[in-house]
Every structure is written in structure tokens, then in C-alpha cells.
């Protein structure tokens, strides 16, 4: 049973930087492409960036790109979203997912599978 646990959010000011990680376990990722979503209060959840475990190719939403960097370790089983330059609407709880799927463009929440619970973050201006 695939498990995903995030971890890294917190309060930080504008402009500021938070690592977000996301712990996977339960089968082997290589095959699947990890990716990170958030959701603001009121609004629907939002597609932020994605890596396909094997290749490492990526995708960032419009919104995120030049200022978000997604990772993986493979030896970790571990996923990374590295956010600098914190704006206060990046607040959200942040979710790591994991899809079965090959391509990384064009990804909505319908496309994972495995979620995880969430962190919180939230940028004060």
C-alpha cells in the first residue's frame, strides 16, 4: 500500500524560502510520476509541479516556475519542493501525490491515485 508523508511547512514572511519533502513508501516509484498539489481556503486544488520518478523529467505550473524546484532521492524514496521566493498567494496546504500515469504535462488531482495528508504553509506579507 503506497504511503505518502509531507513534511517542511510552516510560516514564513514574503520572500521568504521552505523545503516541503514527501516520504513514499510501499512499492516501487520508478514507473510513476510524483507530484505536488495545494489547495487555498475557498478554492479548488491546484496542479504546482511534477517529476517522473525514472527520468526526472518535470513539469511546473505558470505560477510556480523560476522560484519552485521539484527533486527527487532515489536512494531516500524521498520527494523535494524547494520554494524561494515566497509570495502570500502560495498559501495552501501543500499535498504530495503519486500517479501510474506517463506524461507530465497536463496533470489534474484525477490522475493520482496515493495522496498524502498535507502541510500547511502559509506566507505573511
Known amino acids: 500500500q503506497v504511503q505518502l508523508v509531507e513534511s517542511g511547512g510552516g510560516l514564513v514572511q514574503a520572500g521568504g524560502s521552505l523545503r516541503l519533502s514527501c516520504a513514499a513508501s510501499?512499492?516501487?516509484?520508478?514507473?510513476?510520476?510524483m507530484g505536488w498539489f495545494r489547495q487555498a481556503p475557498g478554492k479548488e486544488r491546484e496542479f504546482v509541479a511534477a517529476?517522473?520518478?525514472?527520468?526526472?523529467?518535470?513539469n511546473y505550473s505558470d505560477s510556480v516556475k523560476g522560484r519552485f524546484t521539484i527533486s527527487r532521492d532515489n536512494a531516500k524514496n524521498n520527494v523535494y519542493l524547494q520554494m524561494n521566493s515566497l509570495k502570500p498567494e502560495d498559501t495552501a496546504v501543500y499535498s504530495c501525490?503519486?500517479?501510474?500515469?506517463?506524461?507530465?504535462?497536463?496533470?489534474?488531482?484525477?490522475?493520482?491515485?496515493?495522496w498524502g495528508q498535507g502541510t500547511q504553509v502559509t506566507v505573511s506579507s
Open positions: 501525490a503519486a500517479s501510474p500515469l506517463m506524461l507530465v504535462a497536463g496533470l489534474t488531482p484525477s490522475d493520482f491515485r496515493s
Open positions: 510501499g512499492r516501487t516509484f520508478n514507473g510513476y510520476i
Open positions: 517529476i517522473r520518478w525514472s527520468s526526472g523529467i518535470i
